[in-house]
């Protein structure tokens, strides 16, 4: 691990859902935090027992100090998108009334909802930030849960892409849409809305188009620098998964996606293997016929998974050109407290 992070800022640990990428994010900021370095941990829904274990609450939206034996400095925060999001805004927003106008307009508070709900584009823009205003040595970032970890690389340049396209321009034009609306006779119709609900649609959506439209340009840059970051040499990516048919194969997906990208990868961390029991182990004398038979048997079945996910990791070091590995056994027990964290980095640092 320190080989793979030499050098490195930033790490992204990215994988399919539920193969430890939370786990391994606050593990390797604990064991980079024991040799010294400032390190902050950005996760994203972590089990509710490890975000209590690391004291992090979910307002608050600011790394958080996490004591413990660390001759350095550990760092949590758990991201809050939309927060993320109203703080871009507040950022970007040119002046004092824009900002209020934008933050409390109903349109933006439904579509930054919609978007924040994404993760993908937020949780990089608070690394970003992080990584600009921080003073951290390193950043470790897990990524959101989604089905497809592509989304995750794809999330800047969609965002771009909304605020530089079509559709905002369509509004913005002189003789847009925007403005057609405000024709007589649409005006007609969501002057009768008005009345009916009581919310002034039309008003809510000419000032939001009218306040963005200071901001496009802003936004624009702000995505594509958020997304030159997943390319800096600064950063590595870190691909978590299982010794498991489909999470392998989804690894050797995203490393394909990851070079086609020019995106940096660090290494694979193959995690939860399980290990084949001894075979000399001699069971003790006088143990029940029955539940000695049965003790064989479980041997067996682990044996044989054993085997199976030792032929997946094959699989995985020549799909990924031997790559550097790093292999974490299934653990016994907890691995949702500080305690159980640091097992996990002690294979990991091994
Ligand atoms: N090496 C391990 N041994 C045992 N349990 C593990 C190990 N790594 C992770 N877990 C457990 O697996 C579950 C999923 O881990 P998590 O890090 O939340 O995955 P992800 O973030 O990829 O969805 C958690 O309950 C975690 O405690
Ligand atoms: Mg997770």
């Known amino acids: 691990m320190l080989e793979l992070l030499e050098g490195r800022r930033?790490?992204?640990?990215?994988?399919?859902?539920?193969?430890?990428?939370?786990?391994?994010?606050?593990?390797?900021?604990?064991?980079?935090?024991?040799?010294?370095?400032?390190?902050?941990?950005?996760?994203?829904?972590?089990?509710?027992?490890?975000?209590?274990?690391?004291?992090?609450?979910?307002?608050?939206?600011?790394?958080?100090?996490?004591?413990?034996?660390?001759?350095?400095?550990?760092w949590a925060l758990m991201l809050d998108s939309k927060r993320t999001f109203d703080a871009l805004i507040e950022r970007l927003a040119p002046d004092e009334a824009t900002r209020d106008e934008v933050l409390s307009?109903?349109?933006?508070?439904?579509?930054?909802?919609?978007?924040?709900?994404?993760?993908?584009?937020?949780?990089?823009?608070?690394?970003?930030e992080l990584d600009q205003e921080g003073g951290y040595d390193l950043l470790v970032l897990d990524t959101p849960p989604s089905r497809n970890a592509l989304d995750f690389l794809d999330a800047p340049g969609r965002l771009a892409g909304f605020f530089g396209g079509r559709a905002i321009k369509m509004f913005l034009r002189p003789a847009g849409l925007?403005?057609?609306?405000?024709?007589?006779?649409?005006?007609?119709?969501?002057?009768?809305?008005?009345?009916?609900?009581?919310?002034?649609?039309?008003?809510?959506l000419s000032v939001f188009f009218r306040a963005l439209s200071g901001m496009t340009a802003g936004f624009t840059e702000r995505a594509s620098r958020v997304g030159a970051l997943l390319e800096d040499p600064g950063t590595t990516f870190l691909i978590i998964t299982?010794?498991?048919?489909?999470?392998?194969?989804?690894?050797?997906?995203?490393?394909?996606?990851?070079?086609?990208?020019?995106?940096?990868?660090?290494?694979?961390?193959?995690?939860?293997l399980h290990a084949a029991p001894g075979r000399?182990?001699?069971?003790?004398?006088?143990?029940?016929?029955?539940?000695?038979?049965?003790v064989v048997t479980a041997?067996?079945?682990?044996?044989?998974?054993?085997?199976r996910e030792a032929a997946t990791?094959?699989?995985?070091?020549?799909?990924?050109?031997?790559?550097?590995?790093?292999?974490?056994?299934?653990?016994?027990?907890?691995?949702?407290?500080?305690?159980?964290?640091?097992?996990?980095?002690?294979?990991l640092f091994a």
């Open 10 to 74: 930033i790490v992204v640990c990215a994988g399919s859902g539920g193969v430890g990428k939370t786990t391994t994010a606050a593990a390797i900021a604990m064991g980079m935090a024991e040799r010294g370095l400032k390190v902050a941990v950005v996760t994203i829904d972590p089990a509710k027992r490890l975000a209590d274990s690391l004291g992090l609450e979910q307002l608050g939206n600011e790394p958080r100090r996490v004591d413990g034996p660390f001759e350095g400095e550990l």
């Open 105 to 128: 307009n109903r349109i933006y508070q439904q579509l930054s909802s919609a978007v924040a709900g994404s993760q993908e584009f937020t949780a990089i823009a608070k690394l970003y």
């Open 178 to 204: 925007g403005s057609r609306l405000l024709g007589r006779g649409t005006g007609m119709v969501f002057g009768l809305m008005e009345r009916l609900t009581g919310v002034d649609l039309l008003h809510d």
């Open 242 to 272: 299982a010794p498991r048919h489909d999470p392998a194969e989804e690894a050797i997906f995203f490393h394909r996606k990851l070079a086609a990208a020019s995106m940096p990868f660090g290494g694979l961390v193959v995690n939860r």
């Open 280 to 294: 000399n182990g001699a069971l003790p004398d006088g143990l029940d016929a029955n539940l000695a038979a049965r």
């Open 299 to 307: 041997a067996h079945e682990v044996e044989a998974l054993a085997e």
């Open 313 to 347: 990791v094959e699989r995985l070091r020549r799909a990924l050109g031997d790559p550097p590995m790093i292999l974490v056994p299934e653990l016994d027990g907890d691995v949702h407290d500080v305690e159980g964290l640091a097992r996990v980095r002690a294979h």
